[in-house]
């Protein structure tokens, strides 16, 4: 997830410079009719009021309508996985910067989202990614919940990353989690569970896709 929310950023300032009418436009539209939108952002992020403004450009170079949709979300997503099938993994991860839960994630869902994940503590990320795999949200992660999530994380990374992926591994490897994450072996793991056994194991956190090339 970091590599992607790492390369989503560069790619988002590498287009700015692009369309200098389309940017100016947008410009305008962001000085004449947001700047109390942004000025509440800067105060609710990790980003400088620059920085929002470069997002701001990128996000509406992508979705001209100010929202995005899952179809929009999954395609965007689809371009940095060329070798597997994003679809799955982009579907959860949708629904977690989607916090209102209606289906659009708005610009401020996005930048919020993506604070977390680029500027967070530790412990901001680990409990947005525990959201993440939390898929029915009842504040616990269970093992058909961890199954989904890395099977959809294979998926994604394709034979490019696991040349050697047999049908059964993604099961193998949700044992293992499971049970190195279930400290009190009651079947599911809390949030407590999942940020001590995240930060035991690094190689835990790097399996599950977080913070490469972000940290
Ligand atoms: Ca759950
Ligand atoms: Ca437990």
């Known amino acids: 997830m970091g590599a992607v929310v790492g390369t ?15 940017d100016d436009e947008l410009e305008m539209t962001m000085v004449c009719h947001r700047p109390e939108g942004l000025e509440q952002l800067e105060a609710q992020t990790n980003f400088t009021k620059q920085e929002l403004q470069i ?4 996000f509406k170079n992508e979705c001209p309508s100010g929202v995005v949709n899952e179809e929009t979300f999954k395609h965007i997503y689809a371009q940095f996985f060329p070798h597997g099938d994003a679809s799955m993994y982009a579907h959860y991860l949708f629904n977690a910067f989607d916090t209102t839960n209606n289906g659009s994630i708005k610009f401020k869902d996005f930048v919020m989202g993506l604070s977390i994940l680029l500027r967070g503590t530790l ?5 947005w990614t525990f959201h993440l795999y939390d898929i029915n949200r009842d504040g616990y992660i269970n093992r058909e919940e961890m199954t989904e999530i890395v099977r959809a994380i294979y998926d994604m990374m394709g034979k490019y990353t696991y040349p050697a992926l047999k049908g059964d591994v993604p099961q193998q490897h949700v044992d293992a989690f499971f049970q190195k994450m279930d400290k009190n072996k009651d079947g599911v793991v809390t949030l407590e569970e999942f940020v001590i056994a995240c930060q035991e194991d690094e190689t835990m956190m ?4 977080l913070f490469e090339n972000v940290m």
């Open 8 to 22: 989503l950023t560069m790619q988002t300032k590498q287009r700015r410079p692009s369309r200098d009418k389309t």
């Open 55 to 58: 997002l701001y450009r990128g």
């Open 123 to 127: 412990r901001e990320k680990l409990e």
């Open 206 to 209: 790097r399996s599950m896709q």
